[in-house]
């Protein structure tokens, strides 16, 4: 089985950690596959460089089903390009938020995403809204630019940590989601810091990935996710026109 | 007061429909100025359309508001790119989704969404949720595709009637909201027609514009909405990467 | 256009300041009619006031439409009165919360409503709930008596702005809404005060009256709002009996 | 223990019924005082006769209180009124539908209104939302104008039965609510017809009445339900001006 | 009339106290009869003994009901083994947090539940959810195991207050609803100590359970609670097999 | 990797075509171990049946737990004694409604669980809008006795099918789950033949199961989950006492 996973940030170092994330989560006889877009932002940080990321990261999703992926994961928390990507790909496609907070409810009744900037904290409320979790689940914003997840020596882990800190202690939660694919290298040792169940959503995702090729699922075809109508595309965007099939 | 229309269809029939519509509800003193995007697909059925869409619709809004415009509408039912396209501008986005929504609830307690295809249905009923409406509207399909509307010989009206009729029938509407911009000509005769309500996303939209800038408010760039931070931008997107301020 | 302007408080002065706001934002060619209750409380503060100020409301409704109003504006933050007016009146009627609820929508994803009296915070609660917005606004009370904002020396202003500061800080507020038509001229100098959008909502009400009106929207008649029926109306109230159409 | 019922409606003959429904139901040692209102509709039907109900309805809960009843139950299913009375008297006040609802959720997860007038319905729909109900009720409407309740020749009970049909056979009730006052006297043989329970208001709220009372509850005087404040009220509504206390 | 309270917790103190408290509100005519469980934990503190306490809880209604029982309640403040018992009996169940809540909203528009253990906490707080009044009811733990308030000594008092003060300081609640059936002694002297109402679960329970038996209303058996179907029962819960009716 | 797969139905062939479902999608190196469970009923339709089935499941749990399991599944699509079970053990334990209604959301916006009893579709429903699906999802019975689905000449695989024929036409359901585990063995030919995902529980379930023990994660033990307290369990369920840790 290959599922691919795709870093629609164009920092390749980012998608490194997310590969080595996804490896050590694995079945035995999964291949990881981690594409780094090749079109977009450094770092997706907000409204704005989500959806200029989505068309490189369309590219890699495409490209990735041609070579013979079995199931696809979007690696950034804001789940950005999501539903186009299921509605372009014959094989099944997951977001890492989706797939962590579906994770943390099986374990936890509340809990609380912690994410980098404030800019993405609405953002990705309104997304574990829109996935049903509204009522179980808060999210908090640790002030870290995506980029210093990267670099040990910034502080992010220590501004991290405050922030779970205050979600136990405040939202009375029972166990952490980590709100940024940058923080994947984290989960485990936050785990054992906290007592409490710490989910990446990295690692989340392949296990979906791997969940849904196993039971022999794909993306529904019937009504929202259908594949795209043969039609003209014009401009720059000409090269994504729907192939008729 | 200048209000820039951008149509994300890069169907320029289609715009000048749209501007039409925009200019029979403007205010006196209020310019019209209408855009169609130069790159994308011709029509936006679905999501991978709409995905797809947004660059293009996002360079029409950045060049808009350099030319001076006060405030920008998207031209798409799907409010594609409408999250982006408020971090981006400084002016105030409005989307037809949201406005028409708003607007219906001024007049009824009851209403549903007539739009074009299946595949677009369960879209606008999770943007007509998002937006708070859930309870209040309901989301049909007529079975037509978007550029059958540019062609009165298409059977397009017969098939968005029946569809009407079924809604004050079935569904207990109180008022009737197009859920396409390429119905925005069909209004005033369907409201003469059925004797209820019938919302039309561009006026709606154009009205609401007027009103933000009426009012001296903007966008808050506190939050989900502030600007785009400087950073590298790769490849074919290279052209979307913010510019320090 | 002639847009009629009732305040259900009997409170000239307080009709003055919302007459003075809603022409500082009229379209060219929209005339503001102000009136002010003729029977009722001088200041609406809870449950109890905002029903006994209905009947004289309904007057000035239905006065304000035989001498040629195109559309009306309840002058009240708790939309006293709102469905019955609209049942009433074959023109549009709109609230303020309502319209400045919708209007905060369109340039934030997430506010915070400022208004007088705890007895009134709850009320308001319920109304943004209704309108679809209970998860996107908060509402708090700066503790001001009505009449309060009628007097300059009152103190009433710090009150308030104390209360936008905790709102900001605490609730992660990108825009505030002003909960009081007694507050409609503070809203400018408070928006450049704090650098969001600041609503008022006799300015957001008036705006979507000219758009109902430019639109030609009225209220539908079909179920909710249906014409009161012709019946016997008994002792004090038998001035509101509906007249046979 | 004495309970007072008040009718907003002003037929007298609604109010028997609704007194008879309640005798049959009170508790040992308990007193029925039935009023009907001196002032407003003969029957409510829709928003607007339901608000110029409310000065009548004052009086008498302002009178009853004065007069030594312990709790009121305002004696329409549309609870017009409600929170104003809540407000201005000392005793606790209950509501039919939300009496009713209450209790119909004890012995059933699913259940269906069937009110009269289809004007009514979305009305009823909205307070049974906000009362928390709306994922486990219906309404529907059986097109009977509320004064043909009182005649027996109207065909009234028919259109009633073939409503409750419907709602057993395609909303998969499980229990019948009659909203409304004046189907009072119909809940038992309905129930002996249709083997679900079937929940009349009168009997629900004059029920919870007694409890609250022999609970020693009253409604809270914090916040919500404030007592009115002392201030000017001007011309007809004069004589509604809170007393200080 | 007979009411029969079935105490789920093995503690027979308990079970006084409760019986205690209804005998204190039941009406002229009403006799309650009290059944501790003969199986079960001591106390209910979290899911695990509320699932274990139910074979004991069912035993006593289905014994209690045998013995003319006209209605039950369930005297725990989870409402555990509820949808059970209303399958397995005739007569109407009632449990105590539905019946409390439901009666602090006739008396408030916002309340907070105090309880007692941290783990008992969402546990309700997702029980108000379902009962409908999440908007409504915020949900509190004072840190008190249950045997400790059959404790004078215990200093559980001293917490219970602590907590209710900041319900009535941070949550703006206007009621308080006592989140135990071991605190059923003290709503009389909270109430008079705070000015606000307080509710007891048992109190509410029992006048729920009259108010059923006199409107004539039973359990639904149209799907959701329609009675077990004769089957095979196996080992050690064999005795709870449904004998063919 | 051992995954305990316990039927708290006491029916065996349930249990073996469940533990042939599990090993048809289980990972390399995963064993399955299925236990039927030895006190409660053959099956399991309906409040009562779910209640009294859950000390036999507990016991089944502990015990697989003591023998090595790395993950517990509850083989019943009510979910019964989930929370229980998470509390008493710290394995992770899941339920087949909670997995299989996160599992649709990954291939569909729209689905509809298909169950077996009248009683049991609202009980479903419940849990489904529980889990944050509410908007998502229908529920329909198709009127199967749950051991009709053991023997192949009952007639049940045609009713299923009819009912799924009425989803896709009616519901727009764009997925199908199967709401039973005893429907375990027909979702691949179910598949086939509708061309949309079908989702059985079971397959879903054990998914899960790996996919928490592959990331490290266990049931957060803060709060809800929180191991059993040490205290004296009375009378026959004293088997049932927590043992001090």
Chains 1, 2, 3, 4, 5, 6 share one sequence.
Do not use: W
């Not at 490194?16 to 877009?37: D, F, L, Q």
């Not at 890699?60 to 696809?72: K, M, T």
């Not at 979790?133 to 992010?156: C, N, Q, T, W, Y």
């Amino acid at each position: 089985m290959r599922i691919l996973i795709v870093n629609p940030n164009t920092t390749v170092s980012m998608t490194e950690k997310a590969a080595e994330a996804a490896r050590a989560v694995a079945g035995h006889g999964t291949e990881i596959i981690a594409a780094t877009s090749k079109s977009g932002p450094a770092s997706i940080e907000g409204h704005y460089d989500g959806a200029v990321a989505v068309p490189g990261l369309l590219m890699e999703i495409r490209d990735g089903e041609a070579a013979g992926a079995d199931a696809a994961v979007i690696a950034c928390f804001d789940d950005t390009g999501l539903e186009a990507a299921r509605a372009l790909a014959d094989i099944p496609v997951v977001g890492l938020c989706e797939t962590a907070v579906m994770t943390a409810a099986l374990v936890a009744q509340r809990f609380t995403v912690v994410t980098t900037l404030e800019r993405s904290r609405i953002l990705i409320e309104n997304l574990v809204r829109h996935y049903g979790m509204g009522a179980r689940a808060k999210v908090r914003a640790a002030d870290i630019p995506v980029l210093e997840l990267e670099d040990e020596g910034s502080g992010a882990l220590h501004k991290l940590m405050r922030e779970i800190e205050r979600a136990l202690q405040d939202d009375g939660a029972e166990a952490i989601v980590l709100g940024c694919a940058g923080m994947a290298d984290l989960a485990r040792s936050l785990q054992r810091e906290y007592g409490v169940p710490v989910i990446d959503g990295v690692a989340a995702a392949v296990k979906q990935a791997e969940a849904l090729v196993a039971q022999g699922l794909r993306t529904s075809k019937r009504s929202s996710y259908a594949a795209p109508l043969p039609k003209i595309y014009t401009g720059a965007m000409s090269a994504f026109a729907p192939r008729p099939s």
